[in-house]
């Protein structure tokens, strides 16, 4: 094949792809980016809607009791461990694990800096209890039961998780005993604060916040917008996240909590309230988390609902099958990067008979392209003394042998669409984030060798081979091909890798249709 006859259906495709993702994909941007905070007027407390402003402060007890001692509990699970204190009753770090045949991977999501920087920390409008007792730790065949309790003034408040061993949930229970009714003056609101993870490899990563609104998923991408916002009304789903990991409300029995807000504490990190309703006697509540990784298989586990969160753009569908396809793969294989080079021998036999006919359509359109300049070259040569006669065989010739039709830009028309869902797929994937490869230690970071781009050009210019007289004609297949090594050299391992292997397996095809073709 010659690069001038594949250089217009690849910029075509290039054209036709960046135009649809710039257009459609921009009002799916839009759409998540001017999302608001809308107040839903039903089964909310009209004394709670009346407070306009979002209530960060925490006054945090300083009263221990003398037998008070700080105790980390260390509550181990198949995905991870969270390390929970007697200090807010609360998680003050948290660390994922992943598991291969070689070894196990640690990720830290979330490490305490502080007396207010905690997961589930329980604020009260007054003075809020700080130092906890563990009554009860618990261990269960499918989950970990912890207990905590503390004294405030009128009553007792006590706080009970429940961790699953093999999901990625985490179920609060709080029990207010008070010992008898409060007057209007002493009313109790709650609020629960938890904040969004922290991978610190991933210091410049952007943190998202989401919520479900209408049977629908509402995101902000702007930390600053979304400080002092307020969402009213029943809460059934609400987080955050990073690129890799999630933190979120997932089910609120009794629609316990009435508002929910947020707080920048950094660019890259943020603090969710959950305001409860006013207590004025005893009563208790159970909220359940997901707390883990961004994966389809894990979602389905605690709520579907957050597959949602997973916004690939226009082309989701197709993302979530090839996140699907490569998970598959990989049970098989065992390692990302074999997988990813078996889907891309997938996809390319897939596309086999789409492309099979347009390299005939590309061969039979060059030698139809050959014969018109053969005979506009005798035209011009004929009539070069009758202008006017020149200008009409050439149009006769022109319409005779028509010109190529773009049949042969399928399979590039086909291929591009893959070729960002799968950029999509790969970068955000928990899967693919430090996973190895032979030389390569993270498929979703480049490559530090930059042995793939290299590969990349080799393969480049092996499928596209120059076979124009003119020196500069000639020049063109290596330029484009140190162009696209230009270009991997800053993608991510993972989609270099695919794009080596979709070449290679192009130059295999090439050279098995000549097989044939001396046959």
Request: hydrophobic fraction near 45%.
């Amino acid at each position: 094949m010659r690069f001038k006859d594949l250089f217009f259906p690849l910029a075509l495709a290039l054209l036709v792809t960046a135009g649809i993702q710039f257009f459609w994909g921009a009002k799916v941007e839009e759409k998540a980016q001017t999302a608001r905070l809308h107040e839903i007027a039903h089964q909310v407390d009209p004394d709670l809607v009346a407070l306009n402003a979002p209530d960060y402060e925490v006054n945090l007890s300083d009263t221990k009791s003398q037998d008070f001692s700080v105790v980390s509990t260390t509550v181990d699970t198949d995905y991870g461990s969270f390390v929970f204190s007697t200090e807010g009753a609360a998680i003050e770090k948290i660390d994922f694990t992943r598991k291969d045949q070689k070894k196990t991977q640690v990720f830290e999501t979330f490490e305490a800096r502080g007396q207010e920087d905690r997961l589930f920390l329980l604020a009260f409008n007054d003075v809020t209890p700080y130092y906890y007792h563990l009554d009860e730790h618990k261990e269960l065949e499918d989950r970990i039961i912890l207990s905590y309790t503390a004294p405030f003034t009128g009553g007792t408040v006590t706080k009970e998780y429940t961790v699953f061993r093999a999901i990625n949930k985490i179920d609060l229970k709080v029990s207010m005993d008070i010992a008898k009714p409060l007057e209007k003056d002493d009313r109790i609101r709650t609020r629960l604060i938890f904040q969004s993870p922290r991978v610190q490899a991933l210091k410049d990563d952007t943190v998202r916040v989401f919520f479900e609104e209408s049977g629908s998923m509402k995101t902000y991408t702007n930390v600053k917008e979304i400080t002092n916002k307020l969402l009213t009304g029943p809460i059934s789903l609400l987080g955050m996240d990073d690129r890799y990991f999630v933190y979120s409300l997932v089910q609120d029995s009794g629609n316990f909590f009435q508002r929910a807000y947020f707080r920048a504490v950094s660019d890259q990190s943020l603090r969710a309230y959950l305001q409860s309703k006013w207590i004025t006697s005893s009563d208790s509540w159970t909220t359940s988390f997901y707390v883990g990784p961004k994966q389809i298989s894990a979602f389905s586990l605690v709520d579907s609902r957050l597959d949602d969160i997973l916004d690939y753009g226009w082309l989701s569908p197709l993302s979530k099958l090839l996140l699907k396809l490569l998970g598959w793969l990989f049970d098989y294989v065992k390692n990302f990067g074999w997988a990813i080079i078996l889907l891309t021998i997938l996809l390319k036999l897939l596309l086999l008979p789409f492309t099979w006919r347009a390299e005939q359509k590309m061969k039979g359109a060059a030698s139809q392209k050959d014969e018109l300049n053969r005979k506009l070259a005798y035209l011009k040569e004929r009539y070069k003394d009758d202008p006017e006669k020149l200008a009409q065989e050439r149009t006769e010739a022109m319409r005779k042998h028509g010109m190529p039709g773009l049949g042969s830009c399928l399979p590039m028309l086909l291929q591009f669409p893959i070729f960002i869902a799968l950029n999509r797929v790969l970068t955000n994937s928990i899967s693919l984030y430090m996973a190895p490869f032979l030389w390569i230690p993270n498929l979703a970071a480049k490559d530090p060798y930059y042995i793939l781009p290299i590969l990349v050009v080799i393969a480049i210019i092996l499928h596209t081979p120059s076979t124009s007289k003119d020196p500069k004609q000639g020049l063109m297949p290596y330029a484009m091909a140190l162009f696209f090594g230009a270009i991997t050299m800053q993608l991510s391992a993972g989609l270099v890798l695919f794009i080596l292997t979709s070449t290679v397996t192009g130059v295999v095809q090439a050279f098995v249709a000549k097989l044939f073709k001396k046959a």
